[in-house]
């Protein structure tokens, strides 16, 4: 198993998130695509390629305008689709003046974009995600951070949680060989790794405690899910002992609720958006603002490692590398995404 | 049409300013050369390869002696020719020991170098510019950027004004449409493109009221004369209406005149030269100095729209671009300019 | 007579001083490859590649542990032959956990590597250099930089002394004359080449005098040692006239001793030791400091010279150049290497 993978262009990605555009333009480049995000003048997420038709400037130089976006060197204007609707100095419009359209679906506070062949981007592949559109039950926070690594690398470190021990040694670390020796379940899905960790009957950890009331020892849980090509959803928890955690979590407790999601911008880089959320004390800002700063705390402290290690694999990318037994769950992502991108070259 | 075009050699360039050299050497790598300038015994402006012949240092790392250029590794010393006059520890000096030496032209207060066949550096081919050589009738400022970014952009940029609405919005631009409009006469020259735009009775621009006094409306004019492969010489200016400014332009008025010049260092990267002058209220030299910094605020926001332009059609240099009306100039100039390279290569 | 050279692997380097390696791990790039240097379980300096091989990491953001280095990734820890000692969450350790390992020997405060084959390692070609060791005889400072350029040119500067008058002009450079007409002898050794130059009955430079009382006079020398592939050893001082200093320089007077070595990092560049001791005046620390200084300022300023000479030599590394009568020792130098070149292909 290698760590780096190549792009796969007919899947859905994170672009942005839906709070950081109102009337700015976003600028990104994903799949090696130089893309231009912006409102168009239905106030609907709109993608185009950035790079004006006429000269080849980028439109991200230019501004939003009442019609849609203005290139900021020679005054063109182009609509949500990408047909220019107004040239300075002439009346006529050829047909031929229009840049690259991306098809984009705002939902759930996310912005998906598609890069890849146009037919097969199918909406209901999108995967759903609820949490995040009603933030009087999860309250959360998203950011992003640039990580220069194949994308999968991002993946193989959330699903490898050995690696906390470790890395997170000065932050969220813990005991190590806690992490190394914890049970877990690793279970395949249709299009991904389901990884479930329970520690029963344990001392809440100080995050825990420190948000919520408990009455004595938890039954605490780790579920990170990933669905392929890009993204990983974690929900991690602990309620109070004897109330029957492993049957039904959704009672009172310490409940946070992640989505990662890596978007590549290059074969050796990547977009590391982040949502983080959760649904106790959901009534309390500061509660949500300390669970993001600890959490993006330990994300810097895994981009540090990645980087590097992309630079050692790119040394020599097709030298074989030692799988070990918590491998369990990064060796079934990549078993997915291999199976994703064959599945793409059938169509 | 495309913006990236090809490095011509056959041709006089600007690798200096005479104000920039006195004792001192000046490094500049132009067409993929390394050269260094500087004043040879007699005062002469010379160039050089900017290598040393004996272990490879630059030139440009010794300094002026009385008999030329001392390497400043090992200090053998060369005159402007090119020629080793002075070997430390040998007496002897061989026949092989020289650099190559570039011819250089003085002339006018432009240091003018030919890197191509030295058998067909032709003098007479120089542009003549009187202007500067008077400083009392035209007192003038010289400078240069570097750009990242094909030379030809640089042209396309000064051949096309209707940028000046859109990247000088919040310097010179005022309203976008009128420049996108106004009336131009567009005549291909010999070895180039002349552009001029009048703009007849109409009120005087802030920056021409403030350095002239005028009696109400004027004919205001610009003109850019393109000269391959890398010159545009600019007049612009105004004069008090009912004078017939169009028939005779030497009067009394709001007179610039700038020289801008493209010197490639490479293919994707270019010197930006400029002298800017004026004939009017010559004995001021805070008009000298204002009219320079006005006009560089400028420059550095057509470099920011430039490099970003070079950056995008790097990605894909052969993907073809839109024509729009305005851009008969910066064709005609491509046209020029194409018609100089088949002529060389005729040669 | 070229100055980029090939990497030559079957030869010892120095990887670091044993001042450097304590409970630390060095991360260094040596001849293209990344090692971590670290004292393994018995203090034994030991280095190995610097890259976990599990999933790629680099060790040097591990850290060291009874056993050896734990990595900082998923915390396998391997020992100083580079191992594999522990796996965590898992007991039984297959063969194939390892890392590469490369021969070190720690010698005379000197830590040695070889990266080549290693049946060819042979201890007994390392350089004895018995002065730094007994630091009541021969107090040294050392340290290192690294410089963009190819390792031969750090040699060529070391063997032709008519630098000096020209890039150290401001420190240590006196009369460029006097340097390039010198009297020397250059001698070819087994493996290298010895160059020395004596200057008789001449006045102590200002160096000399501020540290060393002489009663007028002195017989001065430079003796400078290359040792193939990477090494100069420089012995440099005075001694009163009158005391048939050319017979027997064991005696009172001004010592110093400098250790220059050049490890390629890669073709382009390279670790440039040094380690800087004196025999005269052995009592007093701010000597060392002092004479320590004093060469790092130069070593500074050839720094400089040699990385522009190595981007001017890239652009066209196969031109000629030209040879002249000072570059005797440097020419027998790469001849010595080229010879070692040649043993090492027939091995």
Redesign the interface.
């Known amino acids: 198993m290698n760590?780096i993978e190549p792009l796969i262009y007919n899947a859905w990605y994170i672009a942005a998130w839906s709070d950081e555009l109102a009337n700015n333009l976003i600028g990104r480049t994903i799949l090696n695509k130089?893309v231009v995000i912006f409102r168009d003048a239905d106030g609907k997420a709109a993608a185009l390629e950035?790079?004006c038709?006429?000269?080849?400037?980028?439109l991200t130089?230019?501004k939003r305008v009442k019609e849609g976006l203005?290139?900021?060197?020679?005054?063109?204007v182009f609509n949500g689709v990408g047909k220019c609707v107004e040239?300075?100095?002439?009346k006529d419009i050829?047909n031929?003046?229009c840049v690259i359209s991306y098809p984009v679906v705002e939902r759930q506070h996310f912005i998906w974009i598609w890069l890849g062949d146009r037919s097969k981007a199918d909406e209901t592949e999108i995967i759903d995600y609820p949490f995040f559109s009603e933030p009087e039950k999860c309250p959360s926070r998203k950011g992003f951070m640039e990580i220069k690594a194949n994308y999968m690398m991002g993946i193989?470190n959330l699903m490898?949680l050995?690696?906390v021990?470790?890395?997170h040694n000065n932050t969220i670390g813990g005991d190590?060989?806690a992490?190394?020796?914890a049970d877990m379940t690793v279970t395949s899905t249709k299009n991904g790794v389901l990884m479930e960790r329970w520690l029963l009957d344990c001392k809440p950890p100080p995050t825990f405690s420190r948000s919520v009331q408990f009455h004595g020892n938890i039954d605490r849980w780790q579920e990170f899910e990933y669905v392929a090509p890009s993204t990983v959803i974690q929900w991690s928890g602990g309620i109070d002992i004897g109330k029957n955690a492993q049957e039904n979590r959704n009672q009172e407790g310490f409940h946070f609720r992640i989505v990662h999601s890596v978007t590549p911008k290059t074969e050796g880089s990547y977009y590391y958006f982040f949502g983080i959320g959760h649904q106790h004390r959901v009534d309390n800002p500061q509660v949500t603002e300390d669970l993001y700063q600890e959490n993006v705390a330990t994300f810097i402290e895994d981009g540090?490692?990645i980087e590097?290690?992309q630079?050692?694999?790119e040394?020599s990318p097709d030298r074989p590398?030692?799988t070990?037994?918590?491998d369990e769950a990064v060796i079934r992502c990549h078993t997915a995404l291999q199976r994703m991108i064959k599945k793409n070259n059938m169509h």
């Open positions: 760590s130089p950035d790079r038709c006429h000269r080849g400037a980028p130089h230019g203005e290139c900021g060197y020679h005054g063109l040239i300075p100095g002439q050829p031929q003046a193989d490898d050995t690696h021990g470790y890395v190590p060989k992490h190394s020796n540090a490692i590097t290690q630079e050692r694999l040394l590398l030692l070990i037994r918590n």
